[in-house]
């Protein structure tokens, strides 16, 4: 308990960190600051080339991560998206010693190392990323840590493999086995896609595998989220599973969140939006919840019934 409550203090002076203004950030960091405000703003958009830097995190975990996509970790030690911090208020709120958290569309690895800071030495980590380029820094990131397992597989319904879409630099967290899930976006045109083949990983075969009974599974993967759940279909019903699944108003994918919160209500959850603390708050209408608090898109956490 005493670690646990370490965690939140840190938390929250990062996020704090994270809200501030630039003038603030600018006195807190007067020389990493404006070199990272040079590279984001002058450098990368002229030689369009990413670089990566240590970052030290909340959790006092160090994290190597991709400029300038990461600078909010740099900088803050956080995720510094709204939503992003709210989850991590929920992780830290809800994740245990000895608990089981599961990765989907782990990217570089802040929410796995920040699940084994929590979850500790006797609990474990599914980190599952199907980027080639994101997976050698994920591997390094989270190698040290005995209790961390990954995967390079796109969480799916079929075994076999699939055709994973990939975008440099910033635009990595598009990455989607969605094609043409950005074909009307302004960016896309100005960036060089890239097409891996990937095996599947089918999360009911890892949940019984490992004779799991109880995880928090985390949800990222833009678009394929449908596909992660019709592969988990069995655990749903069967195992005491926790679901933060980020969800996206119907721009670009359309439709394709929703049929995935439907798959959850079908399967007798229900959905809740995470407060400024960290708390749950029901949500019966996702899109209307988002639409009225001005989001594009939220973690939505689902619970069974």
Do not use: C
């Amino acid at each position: 308990m005493k670690g646990e409550n370490e965690i939140w203090k840190k938390l929250l002076k990062a996020e704090k960190k994270a809200r501030s203004g630039k003038f603030i950030k600018l006195s807190r960091a007067p020389l990493l600051y404006p070199s990272l405000m040079v590279f984001n703003y002058i450098l990368y958009p002229v030689f369009k080339r990413g670089i990566y830097g240590k970052a030290n995190t909340f959790f006092d975990i160090p994290m190597r991560t991709l400029l300038p996509s990461g600078t909010d970790i740099m900088l803050n030690g956080i995720k510094s998206h709204d939503s992003e911090i709210r989850l991590t208020k929920y992780l830290a709120r809800e994740l245990h010693e000895g608990d089981i958290f599961i990765d989907v569309g782990a990217h570089y690895g802040y929410y796995s190392l920040l699940a084994s800071a929590l979850v500790g030495t006797t609990g474990k980590v599914y980190s599952i990323e199907a980027s080639v380029s994101s997976l050698d820094n994920l591997q390094e990131n989270v190698s040290p840590y005995k209790n961390i397992q990954t995967f390079h597989a796109a969480a799916g319904d079929a075994p076999g493999t699939i055709t994973f879409y990939e975008y440099p630099g910033p635009y990595a967290e598009y990455n989607t086995i969605v094609a043409g899930a950005y074909a009307n976006e302004k960016w896309y045109s100005t960036v060089k896609e890239k097409k891996n083949e990937v095996p599947i990983l089918i999360l009911d075969n890892l949940i019984k595998t490992e004779g799991i009974e109880k995880a928090f599974i985390k949800i990222d993967v833009e678009g394929g989220e449908s596909s992660v759940l019709r592969g988990l279909h069995t655990s749903l019903k069967e195992k005491q599973l926790t679901i933060a699944m980020e969800y996206l108003l119907p721009k670009t994918k359309i439709g394709l969140h929703q049929e995935a919160a439907g798959m959850l209500y079908d399967d007798g959850y229900k959905s809740y939006g995470i407060t400024l603390d960290g708390n749950l708050a029901p949500v019966t209408n996702i899109d209307g919840y988002l639409l009225e608090k001005k989001m594009n898109s939220d973690n939505i956490v689902f619970l069974k019934n």
